[in-house]
Every structure is written in structure tokens, then in C-alpha cells.
């Protein structure tokens, strides 16, 4: 089955400096994977559009959105010269990095426009800057904007879904999209993690609509398969979702130095499935994934497209 592959040049405009593990490089090692896999050319390929202030404002407050925004402008800036500033202590932010994150957060909003309208069953947004750390007023985690939570306000908005999925399995708690979506009847998330590990949460006041599954140090595939079997899925078949979203990040692999966790690419290959099986079941296949973490390069491009396989329905 051919799939909706999303992605736009100006996602590789934002730039946080030499040796920061969120680079440009993360896109064009899934590109080349694919392209050495056969798998490029068989996917159709979008451009993603600017999302607007209107979509990003169903999740995040509307003066965060000006204040990231305006950073487009030097005058925002100390130094002209080398304009940049930090959000946090993680997270960089220069003039081309507003356009790189409202293309992020676009990707999402048009693959809910593609697979809620048919034209599509299933969707890869291949962007950057990644989403799920990016809270309702403040910027986090190389995060600005939370890229999945605005698909998923935007199925609910525009197209009266009334029972959204987001599943989370990055190496690192999707606090972001727990802080936009906590509480919301219309929305189910569920999330494994490496516990402790930033961003130190995800254990203690879980809201309702929530389902969190830490993993400890060291924790391999069967562990994650087992957290996921016996979480996630008697939640997600009880709530029945109508559309899946999924925060595909993959620095939980073996190779990733960013984590402790060990999967491999037959975990991802395996999770991917389990969802695809529940998306099938109650929304007629309706699936979009974005992209989150993942910082080996290596292990990213060979992750995606082992989750990119079974998305497109090869395996």
C-alpha cells in the first residue's frame, strides 16, 4: 500500500550547531535508508504546509505562538551577527527555525487532511524540529511546537473525531503531549519511556486519559513488548479509536547512545504492527506518525524504514 510521505526543505533549516544530536543529518539518513531499501520511490510524497495560528492555538497558548514567531525577526536577537537564543537549556532557536517548526506542525495537519478525507490509510511526517516536549506556554527538549497533539485537535475540529489515539514510544516522556491533551475525553495517550531519565515525569499524578509504561535502564525488546501488551492495547481496544497518531521516535535503539534502552529495528517493525492491527479494527486503518527522536543515524534511517515496511503493509 502506498503511503503519504510528508516532509518540506525548510525542515533542515533549523540548525542548533555542530555536534548537537538534533541535526538536519537525521532527515537525510532516513532518506538515503530508504532510497537503499527501494521503499523512497514508492511512497507519495507531500510538501508540509505552514501551519496556521488557528491550529497551533487548539493546543498552545496564543502568546507562546507570537513569542516563538517572533524570533523570525533579527531584531529578536542580542547578536545579529550570529543570531541565535536558547528557549531552554536545550533548545536553540534562529530566525529559519519558526518556518522549520510551523512545517513540522503543518506535516500533521495535512496528514489528518489526507487520511481523514481517504486520499491516504497511513502517513510519515519526516520533520524536524521533533514535538512532544513542547508544553501549552513553553518551549522543551529541542520542542516548540507539539506537532501530533495539533493532528489530533485537528481531527477532533475539523473532522468530529470523537476518539483520538496518541502512542508515544521515544526514549523520553512525551511530557508535551501530556500537558496538551491531559484530561481531554476525546483523546487517549499512552506512552513508554526510560524511567529516570529526562524529563524526569510521567510517574506520579497521571492524568485519566493516560497511559504511562516506564521502562528501566537496560530494559530490551521483550520488556518493551510486554509493557506494550499489557498497557497499551487493553487501553487502546477499550477506547476504540477512530484515528492513531503515533510520536515515532527511535532513540530507544541499541545504538542510540542517547538512552539505556536496547530495541532493535524487529521492536519497532513489531509495535508498528500492533497498532496498524488496532487501527484497522476500529478506524479503517487510520494512521499517521511523526517523527520525534532518534539520534544514531545509522540505527534512525534503518528504524524508519523497518516501521515505514509495515506501515506500507510489506512485511
Not at 31 to 37: I, M
Amino acid at each position: 500500500m502506498t503511503i503519504a510521505y510528508i516532509y518540506h526543505p525548510d525542515c533542515l533549516l533549523h540548525d542548533m550547531g555542530e555536534g548537537h544530536p538534533e541535526c538536519p543529518a537525521r532527515i537525510e539518513a532516513i532518506e538515503d535508508q530508504l532510497k537503499a531499501s527501494h521503499l523512497f520511490d514508492f511512497v507519495r510524497h507531500y510538501e508540509a504546509p505552514l501551519a496556521t495560528v488557528g491550529q497551533l492555538a487548539r493546543v498552545h497558548d496564543k502568546n507562546y505562538i507570537s513569542r516563538v514567531l517572533s524570533y523570525s525577526k533579527l531584531e529578536a536577537y542580542v547578536d545579529s551577527e550570529n543570531p541565535h537564543a536558547y528557549l531552554d537549556p536545550d533548545t536553540l532557536i534562529m530566525p529559519k527555525t519558526p518556518q522549520a517548526a510551523l512545517r513540522s506542525a503543518g506535516a500533521a495537519v495535512l496528514a489528518t487532511d489526507l487520511v481523514m478525507t481517504g486520499k491516504t490509510k497511513a502517513a510519515f511526517c519526516c520533520v524536524r524540529p521533533p514535538g512532544h516536549h513542547a508544553l501549552r506556554g513553553e518551549s522543551m527538549g529541542f520542542c516548540f511546537f507539539g506537532n501530533v497533539a495539533v493532528g489530533a485537535a485537528h481531527a477532533i475540529a475539523e473532522y468530529g473525531v470523537q476518539r483520538v489515539a496518541i502512542v508515544d514510544f521515544d526514549v523520553h516522556h512525551g511530557n508535551g503531549t501530556e500537558d496538551l491533551v491531559q484530561n481531554n475525553p476525546n483523546i487517549l495517550f499512552c506512552s513508554t519511556f526510560q524511567h529516570p531519565f529526562y524529563p524526569y515525569c510521567g510517574t506520579e499524578n497521571v492524568p485519566s486519559n493516560v497511559v504511562n509504561a516506564p521502562l528501566a535502564a537496560g530494559s530490551d525488546g521483550e520488556k518493551f513488548r510486554a509493557a506494550v501488551t499489557d498497557y497499551w492495547l487493553p487501553a487502546l481496544h477499550k477506547f476504540m479509536p477512530q484515528i492513531i497518531f503515533i510520536s515515532a521516535g527511535f532513540d530507544a535503539h541499541y545504538d542510540d547512545d542517547m538512552s539505556s534502552l536496547r530495541l532493535v529495528e524487529r521492536d519497532y517493525a513489531w509495535v508498528t504492527q500492533e497498532l496498524l492491527n488496532v487501527a484497522d479494527k476500529y478506524g479503517e486503518g487510520r494512521i499517521i506518525s511523526a517523527l520525534e527522536g532518534g539520534y544514531e543515524l545509522h540505527s534512525l534511517g534503518r528504524s524508519v524504514t523497518a516501521h515505514l515496511r509495515v506501515l506500507m503493509r510489506m512485511n
